[in-house]
């Protein structure tokens, strides 16, 4: 039996869905951890993003799922320059999770150091790789003016 684990986000919420063909044993197993649930719109069973779920499918600890602290910093200067141009708490929240990822692709390298060539690395790597929407791709390769 095959069992594959992903981070995903669902209902604004980082989840871990667990995709594996349908198996009545495996169904009731799963069931039986805290927080596990079925998403008719992902047809795919997923759980809280906790420290021991992410060991118990073999995930990225919590830690390297954070930007370097210099990161985390940017983050807050760019939620500060966008409430200065009076965007939305939602456009906000939608703009710096976008840029959160990105800094956490590149946790390891200075933000003064990320070029144009790390953005196609990222949109090349983890957004077409991870098949993730077009309108989180414009989110990260065509930010706020």
């Given at each position: 039996?095959?069992?594959?684990?992903?981070?995903?986000?669902?209902?604004?919420?980082?989840?871990?869905?667990?995709?594996?063909e349908?198996?009545?044993?495996?169904i009731?197993?799963?069931?039986?951890?805290?927080?596990?649930?079925?998403?008719?719109?992902?047809?795919?069973?997923?759980?809280?993003?906790?420290?021991?779920?992410?060991?118990?499918?073999?995930?990225?600890?919590?830690?390297?799922?954070?930007?370097?602290?210099?990161?985390?910093?940017?983050?807050?200067?760019?939620?500060?320059?966008?409430?200065?141009?009076?965007?939305?708490?939602?456009?906000?929240?939608?703009?710096?999770?976008?840029?959160?990822?990105?800094?956490?692709?590149?946790?390891?390298k200075?933000?003064?150091?990320?070029?144009?060539?790390?953005?196609?690395?990222?949109?090349?790597?983890?957004?077409?790789?991870?098949?993730?929407?077009?309108?989180y791709?414009?989110?990260?390769?065509?930010?706020?003016?």
């Amino acid at each position: 039996m095959i069992l594959t684990a992903k981070l995903i986000k669902h209902k604004d919420e980082s989840r871990i869905a667990v995709y594996f063909e349908k198996n009545q044993d495996l169904i009731s197993r799963i069931k039986q951890l805290d927080g596990a649930r079925w998403s008719q719109q992902k047809t795919v069973w997923h759980l809280p993003d906790t420290t021991e779920n992410r060991e118990r499918f073999n995930i990225e600890p919590i830690a390297n799922s954070l930007p370097s602290a210099e990161g985390i910093f940017q983050i807050e200067k760019f939620k500060q320059w966008l409430r200065s141009k009076r965007y939305s708490e939602s456009t906000i929240t939608t703009y710096s999770e976008a840029l959160k990822s990105f800094l956490i692709f590149y946790r390891e390298k200075s933000v003064v150091e990320i070029n144009n060539e790390d953005v196609i690395i990222y949109n090349n790597d983890y957004i077409l790789k991870n098949n993730l929407s077009a309108s989180y791709q414009n989110q990260i390769v065509h930010p706020v003016g």
